[in-house]
C-alpha cells in the first residue's frame, strides 16, 4: 500500500513566542515564484505593520533562506530555528535577484 506525504502548508503564522519574527506570516515556494525548483525556503507573505521583522527591513515577498546561517527548507524549519531563540536573530533573504541578511534585534 502507498502512503501519501503530508501536504505542505500554505501559509503558517509565526506565533507570538517568537518575538523576533512575530506577525510574520510564511509560506512554501510555489509554482508561480521564480525561485520554485533553484532554491529552497519559505516565502514571506506577510509582515505586521509596526514589528519587529518589519522595522528590521524583512518584506512580502522575502524569501528566507537561513536561519542564523542554518539553512532552511520550509516555513516549518523557519519558525523551529527560530523558535527558542534569544538575542538578535540572522536572516540570510533572497530579494528579487539580490541575496542580503537582515538583523533582527
Request: avoid cysteine; proline fraction near 7%; charged fraction near 20%.
Amino acid at each position: 500500500t502507498a502512503t501519501l506525504a503530508e501536504p505542505k502548508v500554505q501559509r503558517l503564522t509565526v506565533p507570538p513566542s517568537i518575538a523576533g519574527l512575530a506577525g510574520v506570516v510564511l509560506g512554501p515556494i510555489g509554482p508561480g515564484s521564480p525561485l520554485f525548483g533553484q532554491r529552497e525556503g519559505a516565502v514571506v507573505l506577510e509582515v505586521k505593520k509596526g514589528s519587529r521583522a518589519a522595522w528590521s527591513g524583512l518584506r512580502a515577498g522575502d524569501v528566507i533562506v537561513a536561519v542564523d546561517q542554518k539553512a532552511v527548507t520550509s516555513p516549518e524549519e523557519v519558525v523551529a530555528a527560530a523558535s527558542g531563540h534569544k538575542g538578535k536573530l540572522l536572516l540570510q533573504v533572497v530579494r528579487g535577484d539580490a541575496g542580503l541578511f537582515i538583523v533582527i534585534a
